[in-house]
């Protein structure tokens, strides 16, 4: 593949001479995240556009030189198959749909070597599974896609996973992908050649603003439900954390200094479901994501998200998904969003 890392473009922006360009290498596993891969190259590609002269230069890889499959279907074609890197290098995994099947272990054990080399690593989307199996992610801030957050708990349940946009530990880079990407490109670009640069690219990517490392991936409850009862939000959170183990809405109830029945009345007027059934689905949606990106079995995932037998949960998720749990791997085409 010929690399032409300086594009044409009108808009200029000065930048200092450095020695040499900082090389970038994205190895991209099977099912990654487009989106999280496009978003993270094209702040590079326009930093070089603005400069008029190569800032970044990358690579792009796979485990075995072979082009790739994106989770929409589409191949990319690579540079080559991992292995030699310069020793300047940053290098990002990006991952995507079903990351604990694509992080192979040849990908960590090279990354992590890599690493002990002295390169900057990282991950884009479900990149962090790669690097979890490298074992570089103890005691490190990190993030990855929160759609993913249950099922890498489950995998890694001894490390601690950030609900942000992006994180930089050190060596070790990570975000959410999407336009999280990008978030974290620009950062980089600011770090390396200023914020004038950075500001540039921002503005080039119709980005609207430079958002925080630590702002949230998702919006608030609130947002999300349209709800502005801090009480019933508290309820919910409670429910959220409460995934697994029995529930007692008596007990919540008095923690928060009202009565069970008044939280009834709340989620039937706010929610337009009871709270019962509302923790059901909550439950249905974390089993959901369980099956699909972990090998748990259906009988452990049913007692991770607090159904009282395999066959009670077999039930209620064939109910809410016209599918039995068992046959959720299985499928090529995705679960519907709801029943």
Not at 58 to 87: F, H, K, Q, R, Y
Not at 209 to 220: D, E, G, I, K
């Amino acid at each position: 593949m010929t690399a032409n890392f300086v594009a044409k473009g009108v808009a200029h922006v000065p930048v200092p001479h450095h020695d040499q360009p900082i090389p970038v290498t994205f190895v991209l596993l099977h099912n990654f995240s487009l989106i999280a891969f496009s978003s993270a190259i094209e702040p590079l590609r326009i930093a070089n556009q603005l400069a008029g002269r190569v800032l970044f230069e990358w690579s792009i890889l796979s485990e075995t030189g072979a082009p790739v499959a994106c989770s929409n279907g589409l191949v990319v074609g690579v540079d080559g198959a991992i292995g030699d890197t310069s020793a300047r290098a940053m290098l990002f995994v990006c991952g995507g749909v079903e990351p604990e099947k694509s992080a192979s272990r040849r990908v960590a054990d090279w990354l992590r070597a890599q690493w002990r080399n002295g390169r900057s690593v990282g991950g884009l989307c479900t990149g962090a599974y790669v690097l979890a199996k490298a074992g570089l992610l103890q005691g490190r801030r990190f993030t990855l896609h929160w759609e993913n957050l249950p099922p890498f708990a489950a995998t890694f349940p001894n490390l601690a996973p950030l609900e942000q946009l992006y994180c930089i530990d050190d060596r070790i880079l990570t975000c959410a992908g999407g336009a999280a990407a990008t978030d974290l490109f620009i950062e980089l670009v600011a770090r390396h050649h200023g914020a004038r640069l950075g500001d540039a690219v921002l503005k080039m990517c119709l980005h609207g603003q430079q958002r925080p490392a630590n702002l949230q991936q998702r919006l608030s409850l609130s947002s999300t439900l349209g709800i502005r009862n801090p009480l019933l939000v508290s309820v919910i959170r409670q429910f959220e954390g409460s995934i697994e183990a029995d529930v007692d809405l008596g007990d919540i109830a008095d923690r928060l200094g009202t009565s069970r029945r008044h939280i009834e009345r709340m989620f039937e007027r706010h929610v337009g479901t009871s709270p019962k059934r509302y923790l059901k689905e909550l439950r249905l949606e974390r089993a959901r994501a369980l099956l699909t990106e972990t090998d748990k079995s259906v009988r452990d995932v049913a007692e991770a998200c607090g159904f009282n037998s395999a066959n009670a949960f077999a039930k209620s998720f064939r109910q809410k998904y016209g599918v039995a749990p068992r046959h959720v791997t299985n499928m090529v085409q995705p679960l519907p969003a709801c029943a």
